[in-house]
């Protein structure tokens, strides 16, 4: 998704820039661009391509001390030298970069034609240039605000101005916004992982916050009818170590990540789980034993993987609490006029905490009444600071696009938050005592399907062969289906579709042929017996398999030369799905580097969605 930074300090602007920019880089992008403010005014270069590529064609003497810079995910128009960040009014007094949609673009667009203004790009952010340079107010502040008053959509923005040489206005509208304080220097990004080699004092913009950067330090306001209201915003430091946005020895981040799920799953259980009371101790969701006992229901929320492994918390909670819940994708979740119940828990899900999407439900709840908890990963985060209570998962930075790392420690917070709306219930010490004792072990039995890569990197060069794979599981398995097949589509970009066991011979068992892989979830539970049948009838149509299951499960005599196994450690049942889910992370991986793509910026794809 589209990346902003902004500099303004004693040095050059333009290499810290574009160092930013590189740092936004696993972000998504299709071209980009710098702007800085010198003696001769603003100049601009951009491109379509990567930032490298801008590093290389930049103009000599491109001088200033005072710059923004964006890298661009196409949304109105191609991805062109043209249509790149910052865009600029035609005299060239004004330099703006915008992360965000505007609604109403077309019909400012017309407006600004028919005033004879010549709009050079397809974007929607080249109106916000014009406007703020047409515009009669006297301090940049003003001018930018009357422009905003004036649109209708999301935005994250950083604007230059001639006449303003001192200072960068940025204003945040659900499209997120950080501003760095270094020594002497102030910096500006959408993503800490701009900031982090410079500073880690930062203030978080809220949306309808608007904020005026200088080198004496920054002032934030809130955009209101009546004009800015002062925030008084101060900024604070995050505990983040800046090496973990560095792959370091690794091919990517998504290697690096995937190889971290022991730790970082350590890092979420720990201080959680109460052995005494065998319950989960998790402050954070601000409930009481009372408030938990009143719920009724449960509704989980989130996008992509983060609503898959909502579906396996779901279960979860169902198994352990006996509360009917169940996962919804949250990008459709408003557009149907949910109901909205008092005894209902709303749990959001999202690494990112900035899924535009799931923090548009959240609005929507809040709305209408609800109590929402949060499931995220990134402190400070906005969907973090609008829910009313829940679990960091401290996965630390999660770079690659595919997720990994933060799922599994998604899985962990809704297995704890299971736990602990089971113990106010009727789930037994003893049950209590058993689950803990099963995730304890988790983060070494990761460790152990990880050692097998080796054996998973030659099972996926096969997979990678077939243009197109199924992934099946039953209740507990099928989330792990989906996901497994979101990690390997969208990364190895062939057709992969996750359909239940159960639903095959309703359909999709007529695509069964030697040409098309099923990865099959088989763990050794109640559904066992009826999922090998199941295996039997791909098998009986030449379809090939790869297994993945506990060992000692009895395929019945599957040909050996149609069914290779994947065995994961035995669990408690209810937390199989994590350990099931860590296989196919590592044959996601294996298939897109046997096809030589690039791990990290799967094409058209985007670490956190910012707009809708
Ligand atoms: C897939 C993936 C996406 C995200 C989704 C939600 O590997 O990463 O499907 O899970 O875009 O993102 P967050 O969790 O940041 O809300």
């Not at 703020?132 to 422009?147: F, P, R």
């Not at 996962?327 to 990112?352: C, G, H, K, M």
């Not at 994961?568 to 196919?584: G, Y």
């Amino acid at each position: 998704m589209c990346g902003i930074v902004g500099y303004l300090g004693p040095h050059q602007a333009a290499p810290l820039l574009l160092e930013g920019l590189a740092r936004l880089e696993h972000r998504g992008y299709d071209s980009a661009g710098v702007a800085v403010l010198g003696g001769s005014g603003i100049r601009v270069a951009k491109r379509a391509g990567r930032v490298r590529d801008l590093s290389e064609d930049l103009p000599k003497r491109f001088t200033g001390k005072v710059g923004i810079g964006h890298t661009r995910w196409a949304t109105h128009g191609p991805a062109n030298d043209v249509n790149a960040h910052p865009h600029t009014d035609t005299k060239e007094l004004v330099a703006v970069v915008h992360n965000g949609i505007i609604d109403n673009a077309a019909a400012l667009r017309d407006e600004l034609a028919e005033e004879g203004v010549d709009l050079v790009s397809d974007t929607d952010t080249e109106v916000l240039a014009h406007l703020i340079a047409g515009s009669g107010a006297d301090t940049l502040e003003g001018k930018v605000a009357e422009t905003l008053g004036r649109i209708h959509g999301t935005y994250g923005i950083a604007v230059l101005h001639v006449d303003f040489p001192d200072r960068i206005v940025v204003a945040r509208n659900g499209s997120p916004l950080i501003i760095g304080v270094g020594d002497k220097e102030m910096y500006v990004a959408s993503d800490l992982a701009a900031l982090v080699r410079y500073t880690t004092t930062v203030a978080h913009l809220d949306d309808g916050e608007m904020a005026t950067i200088t080198s004496a330090g920054f002032s934030t306001y809130r955009l209101g009818a009546s004009g800015l209201a002062a925030t008084n915003r101060r900024a604070a430091h995050v505990d983040v170590d800046p090496a973990s946005y560095d792959a370091g020895e690794y091919d990517s981040f998504m290697y690096k990540e995937i190889l971290e799920q022991p730790a970082a799953a350590e890092r979420v259980l720990r201080g959680r789980l109460d052995e005494r009371f065998a319950t989960g101790h998790l402050g954070g969701l601000n409930l009481d034993a009372r408030e938990l006992r009143a719920i009724r229901r449960i509704k989980v929320l989130g996008c992509g993987s983060a609503y898959y492994v909502g579906e396996m918390g779901a279960t979860l909670i169902e198994e352990l609490a006996r509360i009917p819940a169940d996962a919804e994708a949250a990008s459709e979740f408003r557009y149907r006029n949910p109901i909205i119940e008092p005894d209902t828990l709303y749990v959001v899900v999202s690494q990112s905490g900035e899924t535009v999407d799931t923090l548009l439900a959240v609005q929507e709840i809040q709305r209408k009444g609800g109590r929402v908890i949060g499931l995220v990963n990134v402190v400070g985060s906005a969907i973090a600071r609008e829910v009313d209570g829940g679990i960091y998962l401290h996965a630390g930075p999660e770079v690659a696009v595919a997720s990994t790392k933060a799922l599994t420690n998604m899985f962990l917070g809704f297995a704890m938050l299971a736990l602990q709306l089971g113990r106010v219930r009727d789930l037994s010490i003893a049950d209590g005592r058993r689950l803990i004792a099963g995730l304890e072990a988790l983060p070494h039995k990761i460790e152990q399907i990880l050692a097998t890569e080796e054996r998973l990197e030659a099972i996926a060069a096969r997979l990678a062969e077939a243009e197109s794979l199924f992934f099946i599981g039953r209740v507990r398995g099928f989330p792990v289906a989906r996901e497994g097949a979101q990690k390997f589509k969208e990364i190895s970009y062939r057709h992969a579709e996750a359909y239940q066991t159960s639903e095959l011979k309703h359909g999709p068992l007529a695509l069964i042929s030697p040409d098309v892989p099923t990865v099959a979830i088989v763990p050794d539970d109640e559904l066992v017996e009826r999922n090998v049948a199941a295996l039997h009838e791909i098998a009986a149509r030449g379809g090939p398999l790869v297994v993945v299951t506990h060992e000692d499960v009895a395929l019945r005599g599957l040909p050996s030369d149609l069914a290779e196994r994947i065995v994961v450690p035995r669990s408690e049942r209810e937390l199989d799905p994590i350990l099931l889910t860590i296989p196919l992370q590592v044959l996601a991986y294996h298939a897109a580097k046997h096809l030589g793509h690039d791990i990290d910026k799967p094409r058209n794809l985007a670490k956190s969605v910012t707009v809708e």
